[in-house]
Nanobody
């Protein structure tokens, strides 16, 4: 079992920045690939970014490429999402997701943190 707790969301003006954190507990963090997703009201959950278990490989959705950066600190059992140049369309609930390197069917979700981009 893995427990995931996101933090760092809030209200920010367009063009601003936020850094989200997702703290993991309950299992060996380094055996999980980590993902960030988001879901806006009335829309489906959308993949944002992925980082491999060792941190060597990252992938991004086209909508955030060049603006968002995913990183992880396996010593602190935490994954981060640095969000720059935020736009109103980035407004959503942001979720972290852990997928086991041994089985993609073993996955866990956090409860989400709200990001609102508005002037």
């Amino acid at each position: 079992q893995v427990q995931l707790v996101e933090s760092g969301g809030g209200l920010v003006q367009p063009g601003g920045s936020l850094r989200l954190s997702c703290a993991a507990s309950g299992s060996t963090f380094s055996t999980f690939h980590m993902n960030w997703y988001r879901q806006a009201p009335g829309k489906e959950r959308e993949f944002i970014a992925r980082i491999s278990n060792g941190g060597s490989t990252t992938n991004y959705a086209d909508s955030v490429k060049g603006r968002f950066t995913i990183s992880r600190d396996n010593g602190k059992n935490t994954v981060y999402l640095q969000m720059n140049s935020l736009k109103p369309e980035d407004t959503a609930a942001y979720y972290c997701n852990a997928v086991s390197i041994f089985s993609k069917n073993t996955a866990y979700w956090g409860q989400g943190t709200q990001v609102t981009v508005s002037s």
